[in-house]
């Protein structure tokens, strides 16, 4: 979850661009950040607890560097403090590091026997130690390199300066993600593609049990028995003004203003041609079962894509988190289909269970954002939503683009599997294609939301509620409130309210609700009720012109009447909206909630 960042320049202006990738790099993690670079004849290590610009503040102005690693932390082991920091120093060698040395408790006291002593809890330090150890062994980085990858059980991009080597940087990897770029008079190593776009979009990808040596003038790659690698050069198909918030104040409502275009983006190829286009897709014609497999924000566009899957295309789906399903029993065979839906493609349970699926053979497909990502390599067939860079820690537009390939996947199988006529396929491509026209007067709308906001961004506790396609939604819009607001919100199906969690409602309880399905609403309306009857305030978000005018609504939300393919999408984007103005009310730290990174490449 870690950003990490390396360079080698011909310039004396490493610092600078190690500070500006670790800003671009900082949604990764954000609990303290440091530095390492090479001064006259010294590795000087600057560390801070906080952020990169509190780090930026203790960085000794008059000093430049040509060669650096830096590194902004999201805490596995030991709290964020400046002893647990990164980089970390062990006799000779010095590394910056993302990942979790598993073995790392065996490791240490193996290492303690040979006279070593550590300073922090971190993993991180043991893994420096023994870098170290085999450095004096052997007098080679390279070979040092080669025994700990055979000895490091566990998860690491690394990046690796040695007191003895002063004009080399080494990167190693293995099950985190590492990119290495050249721009014109620099050579860099990084955890993610936006730390490096301000200088090049070229880039190349290192793969498991390989490292790379580093200097100004190149970049060579090793496998993990030190034989040369030839690597393909990769191209970002972005500019550097993809990863920056232009004028809005937050990462996250640019994201969300975004929504007309990326959903659009990522369905166009797939729609632009009526039918034709949307064979493009992969058929689900063999499958008897799809096991959806995701965590956080993208489980909950699974959860919306087994309703379309299941009610237009007759598929039966489970929808699973990938932290249970990687433990579970998997009941696989060729006409079982697995998903695996990721913004990041990085999520480390989601690529755990990934790799389980492939070992028992199952047939894969990834909805993936991050394009040549571990998970996208990895699944037999990939469909990259083209939500661009989602910088935000709370998932906005890649959720939406998630929900788009899965509508219109539904609307493949169904076609396919003729649980739709070739007609209404049509018809409601027709309708997917006007989806722009209809969102944007939702996010033009946001004195709405801030009025609502005003109302609701003291209250201890808030309430979602829906039943059906309501609930998956209401489930994302009560993740976005806790995320970035912190005010515990809980969503429960409508039905389920009277089991138990209803004796939390009280005198002014807020409660949040969906009913955009003619079939379940009477009786969403009929709990929603049963809550007004204890006193409770509703706000409803509805399609549904007598409903918006029932005298127990405090508060409507009326959409626009269209098709259910329509409804994902006007249902969320108010949720996101109101999640975002409470959030900016309680003055949170949006684009960076408390405890959370965006990429969680840790399990
Ligand atoms: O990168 P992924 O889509 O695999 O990430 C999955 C979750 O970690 C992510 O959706 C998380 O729940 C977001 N912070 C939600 O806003």
Redesign the pocket.
């Known amino acids: 979850m870690c950003g990490i960042i390396g360079v080698a320049s011909k310039t004396n202006q490493a610092l600078q661009m190690i500070l500006q990738g670790l800003e671009k790099l900082e949604y990764r993690g954000y609990d303290s950040a440091g530095l390492a670079y090479v001064k006259e004849n010294n590795i000087v290590i600057t560390k801070t607890k906080g952020r990169i610009k509190d780090l930026e503040e203790k960085i000794n102005k008059q000093d430049h560097a040509s060669i650096g690693i830096g590194h902004t932390r999201w805490a596995t082991h030991g709290e964020a403090n400046e002893i647990n920091a990164h980089p970390h120093q062990v006799g000779k060698i010095t590394i910056v590091h993302n990942g979790i040395i598993e073995n790392y408790q065996e490791l240490k006291k193996k290492l303690e026997s040979f006279g070593y002593s550590f300073r922090s809890s971190t993993d991180t330090e043991v893994a420096c130690a023994l870098l170290d150890y085999y450095y004096q062994q052997t007098k080679s980085v390279e070979k040092a390199i080669q025994v700990f990858m055979k000895e490091a059980i566990g998860s690491y991009a690394i990046g690796l300066l040695c007191q003895e080597e002063k004009e080399t940087l080494y990167a190693l990897k293995k099950d985190s993600p590492l990119i290495l770029a050249s721009s014109k008079d620099t050579n860099f190593m990084a955890s993610d593609i936006p730390a490096i776009l301000e200088y090049t979009n070229t880039y190349y990808l290192l793969d498991d049990y390989e490292y790379a040596v580093i200097t100004q003038d190149q970049i060579s790659f090793y496998n993990k028995e030190g034989e040369p690698l030839q690597k393909e050069e990769k191209h970002y198909d972005a500019t550097k003004e993809a990863s920056s918030k232009g004028s809005y104040p937050h990462y996250m409502i640019k994201e969300i203003m975004e929504q007309p275009d990326t959903i659009w983006k990522t369905m166009e190829p797939f729609v632009e041609d009526g039918l034709a286009s949307l064979k493009k897709l992969p058929s689900l014609k063999k499958y008897d079962r799809i096991d959806i497999v995701?965590?956080?924000?993208?489980?909950h566009a699974g959860l919306v894509g087994k309703y379309f899957l299941e009610e237009y295309a007759s598929i039966p789906v489970d929808v699973c988190l990938a932290s249970e399903y990687r433990y579970k029993r998997l009941f696989l065979s060729s006409r079982v289909l697995v998903i695996f839906?990721?913004?990041?493609?990085?999520?480390a349970d989601?690529l755990a269970a990934l790799k389980r699926v492939k070992q028992e053979e199952g047939d894969t497909l990834g909805i993936i954002?991050v394009k040549d990502s571990s998970i996208a390599r990895f699944v037999d067939r990939v469909i990259y939503t083209q939500a661009g860079c989602e910088i935000a820690?709370?998932?906005?537009k890649?959720?939406t683009a998630q929900v788009a390939i899965l509508i219109l996947l539904a609307l493949t199988a169904a076609y396919e599997k003729g649980t739709m006529k070739e007609k209404e396929v049509l018809t409601f491509l027709e309708e997917l294609r006007h989806l722009k026209a209809k969102l944007t007067p939702l996010l033009s709308n946001r004195e709405v939301y801030q009025k609502i906001a005003e109302e609701l961004y003291q209250k201890e506790d808030i309430f979602y509620l829906g039943r059906g396609l309501d609930y998956d939604l209401m489930m994302e819009g009560a993740?976005?409130l806790k995320?970035i607001s912190y005010i515990p919100s809980v969503c429960y199906a409508a039905g389920e309210l009277k089991h138990g969690t209803i004796s939390l409602v009280k005198e002014a309880t807020p409660i949040i609700a969906s009913c955009t399905n003619p079939l379940l609403d009477p009786k969403t309306m009929s709990n929603l009720k049963e809550t007004k009857a204890r006193g409770a305030k509703i706000y409803l978000i509805t399609n549904n012109e007598e409903l918006a005018k029932d005298k127990d609504i405090d508060s409507v939300l009326l959409l626009e009447k269209t098709s259910e393919f329509l409804v994902p999408f006007l249902v969320i984007i108010p949720l996101q909206l109101l999640a975002y103005e409470i959030a900016l009310l309680r003055k949170c730290d949006i684009d960076k909630p408390r405890n959370?990174a965006?990429?969680?490449t840790v399990e």
């Open positions: 995701a965590c956080g924000t993208a489980w839906i990721s913004q990041s493609g990085e999520t989601t954002n820690v709370a998932s906005t890649a959720f993740l976005k995320e959370l965006k990429a969680v």
